[in-house]
Antibody, heavy 119, light 106 residues
Framework: EVLLVQSGAEVKKPGSSVKISCKVS????????IHWVQQAPGKRLEWMGL????????LYAEKFQGRLSFSADTSTDTAYMELSSLRSEDTAIYYC????????????WGQGTLVTVSS | EIVMTQSPATLSVSPGERATLSCRAS??????FAWYQQKPGQAPRLLIY???TRATGVPARFTGSGSGTEFTLTISSLQSEDFAVYYC????????FGQGTKVEIK
């Protein structure tokens, strides 16, 4: 069974950065793309982008371009998402999702990480 | 960007009744379409992919249909554990989600 375990909740000041981890187990890390999804209060799920752990290639949603950085450490089977220049609107739950290289729907999901941006 | 629009926003249904949820895409996504269920405090769970294929472990009372721009999720006889928020998603051109339909107890 593929399992994704994310790091814990964070409280950040406006203008700072946050880095969330997503550890993958139960499978070969390189067989999946790791996607990230934002769920802000009262808003729809929003795809943020993806990282290919095999080669480190990334794809970012236009909305987050310039503030977002994904990485993957194949030695620990862990993916990371870093969001900078935080503002109150970034308060949300962030999910990582494993998507196999031969399909495109989202399964499985991490448990989510709550990021609160507040002064 | 492909915009996904779900209706209704809220559906009030009695246990044992049928629920029908709709999702419309702003342009054709073929069958590159999925449904997810989300309960409070939990991550979304994949229900349907390829517009009509149930994910592993999903009960047969969940049926997905449609292609192109119009899609439907039918829950044939609502059980207590089915009261949740349901999201549609297209993965034809990048990935976008609908705004969700909340299925609540009538």
């Amino acid at each position: 069974e593929v399992l994704l375990v994310q790091s814990g909740a964070e409280v950040k000041k406006p203008g700072s950065s946050v880095k969330i981890s997503c550890k993958v187990s139960g499978t070969s890390f390189s067989d999946y793309y790791i996607h990230w999804v934002q769920q802000a209060p009262g808003k729809r799920l929003e795809w943020m982008g993806l990282v290919d752990p095999e080669d480190g290639n990334t794809l970012y949603a236009e909305k987050f371009q310039g503030r977002l950085s994904f990485s993957a450490d194949t030695s620990t089977d862990t993916a990371y998402m870093e969001l900078s220049s935080l503002r109150s609107e970034d308060t949300a739950i962030y999910y990582c999702v494993a998507v196999g290289t031969n399909y495109a729907w989202f399964d499985p999901w991490g448990q989510g990480t709550l990021v609160t941006v507040s002064s | 960007e492909i915009v996904m629009t779900q209706s209704p926003a809220t559906l009030s249904v009695s246990p044992g009744e049928r629920a029908t949820l709709s999702c419309r895409a702003s342009q054709s996504v073929s069958s590159n379409f999925a449904w997810y269920q989300q309960k409070p405090g939990q991550a979304p769970r994949l229900l349907i992919y390829g517009a009509s294929t149930r994910a592993t472990g999903v009960p047969a009372r969940f049926t997905g249909s449609g292609s192109g721009t119009e899609f439907t999720l039918t829950i044939s006889s609502l059980q207590s554990e089915d009261f949740a928020v349901y999201y549609c998603q297209q993965y034809h051109n990048l990935w976008t989600f609908g705004q969700g339909t909340k299925v609540e107890i009538k």
